[in-house]
């Protein structure tokens, strides 16, 4: 529980570090060996919107299965009210591959770090 605290807190400081920091000239991404191991930002707007196909609790959290055009997306956001069938937006986040929730019990092949729902 503490290391998901801990990775979801570190993905919401480098998010919000990365998106407020605007200048006049725009910069390259970092290079791949600056970047974290299995972390990835969620660029596409779309991964993060869909209907609710699976949803489940656990450790502060709330983690979402979102399906948009055949395709599904698991989030993670902090502890909301959502339920299957519900159509929700999410804020963009870090993905992370392969990540196991030890209060789950489960590993994930892939799931995106949200903020919230929008």
């Known amino acids: 529980m503490k290391l998901s605290k801990l990775v979801f807190a570190v993905g919401v ?5 990365v998106s407020g920091c605007k200048s006049a000239k725009q910069e390259a991404p970092a290079p791949a060996s600056q970047a974290q191991p299995n972390a990835t930002t969620a660029h596409a707007e779309n991964s993060l919107s869909g ?26 956001l902090p502890e909301s009210k959502v339920k299957v069938g519900q159509n929700v937006t999410c804020q963009p986040g870090m993905e992370m591959k392969n990540f196991t929730s030890k209060t789950l019990n489960r590993t994930f092949e892939s799931v995106i770090f949200s903020g919230g729902i929008l």
């Open 13 to 17: 400081v480098l998010f919000i570090s």
């Open 51 to 76: 209907k609710v196909v699976e949803t489940m609790n656990s450790g502060g959290y709330t983690y979402v299965s979102l399906e948009n055009n055949g395709k599904k997306t698991w989030v993670a």
